[in-house]
């Protein structure tokens, strides 16, 4: 699991998304960024996530968040489920795991008995200098608005 904590320096990427345009954590200097990583595009817990941070779009945006999601998905699969869903957020199809890898988010899983590799659902919540103000590694798919925003 990641060994980044809050206070850490955002480890800069620079990686295509759904439509394949390149995106660069520079990109969001001067704003708050949420950045979340998912196992896999359309499978329900991703699913539940990604339409929980659409749902709250606007409120993310009243207090100056951006949103960007991440997984290994290719930019074709991350198209369709962002289409499918109408996320308001650019997805990142990090194919080479380079962010993945640079937030550390990827290593052993286990799922119904069976050990294997994949991607560990963690948001960080990135600050306007790149700083990391917060890490969730235990998202709850369903309510991770309420986690990420404190009333």
Request: hydrophobic fraction near 30%.
């Amino acid at each position: 699991m990641t060994t980044l904590e809050a206070g850490d320096k955002a480890p800069e990427f620079s990686v295509k998304d759904q439509d394949g345009n390149t995106v660069n954590l520079s990109d969001f200097k001067g704003k708050k960024l949420v950045l979340f990583f998912y196992p896999k595009a359309s499978t329900p817990g991703c699913t539940a996530e990604a339409c929980n941070l659409r749902d709250n779009w606007e409120r993310f945006r009243e207090k100056g968040y951006s949103i960007l999601g991440v997984s290994a998905d290719t930019q074709k699969r991350q198209s369709n489920f962002k289409n499918k869903y109408e996320f308001p957020f650019p997805l990142l199809a990090d194919e080479d795991k380079e962010v993945i890898q640079a937030y550390g988010v990827w290593g052993q899983k286990k799922f119904m008995g069976k050990e294997y590799d994949g991607i560990h659902r963690t948001t960080f919540i990135i600050d306007e200098e790149g700083k990391i103000e917060e890490v969730i590694k235990k998202v709850k798919t369903k309510e991770h608005t309420a986690q990420i925003l404190s009333e």
